[in-house]
């Protein structure tokens, strides 16, 4: 039997066919409804950003691969003047529109000796090709050990992480745009480009 609005309101009435009709709706709506809420679960913890290395862990000296190969110790203490350490990939098109940045920030640091910037790629393919024709101006360096990587929660790049006397002091992720430009120009009392188009 149904309402005046045409809603049924007694299942019994049903024939057999439309109970079957009934039921399977009621299924397929609940699990679409089910997969809704899933669907926004996963997109929620894709889209939440991961937090940034905490400022103040301690940070010393990694193992790492020069472009050529060679294997080096690289002490990223910045004991007396900041080392900004520059996370890359040569395929990262973020990273190649903040190149003219960190090139910048590199150049000044070094000509007034208030620091010094550090490249390290998270990528080994392609890494030869890309120091050599981008002309970084910074040492460059890949095969970052995994527990490194873990440690430091690196992946998304470009990331710069400011050491100071054995720790780090700042940990900036994305290219610089205009609000991050800013606080690097702050940090550092530098002038930036911008990024590229």
């Known amino acids: 039997m149904s309402d005046r609005n045409g809603i049924i309101s007694d299942v019994s009435v049903l024939r057999t066919g439309e109970r079957s009709y009934l039921l399977v709706f009621s299924v397929i709506l609940l699990l679409s409804v089910t997969l809704n809420v899933v669907l926004v679960r996963r997109v929620n913890s894709l889209t939440t950003k991961k937090p940034s290395t905490d400022v103040g862990m301690a940070i010393g000296s990694v193992s790492l691969t020069d472009p050529s190969g060679k294997p080096v110790k ?44 550090i490249g390290i790629s998270l990528d080994q393919a392609g890494l030869t090709e890309y120091v050599r024709n981008s002309d970084l101006g910074f040492p460059s360096y890949t095969n970052i050990p995994a527990d490194f990587s873990e440690k430091y929660q690196l992946g998304e790049t470009p990331q710069t992480v400011v050491i100071m006397k054995g720790k780090i002091v700042d940990d900036w992720r994305g290219a610089y745009d205009q ?3 800013q606080k690097v120009e702050t940090a550092f009392n530098a002038r930036l480009p911008g990024l590229a188009p």
């Open 74 to 117: 690289i002490n990223l203490r910045g004991d007396d003047r900041p080392t900004v350490v520059y996370f890359y990939r040569p395929t990262c098109g973020w990273c190649r529109k903040n190149l003219m940045n960190i090139k910048e920030l590199a150049k000044q640091l070094a000509q007034t000796g208030r620091g010094e910037v």
């Open 179 to 181: 609000e991050l430009k």
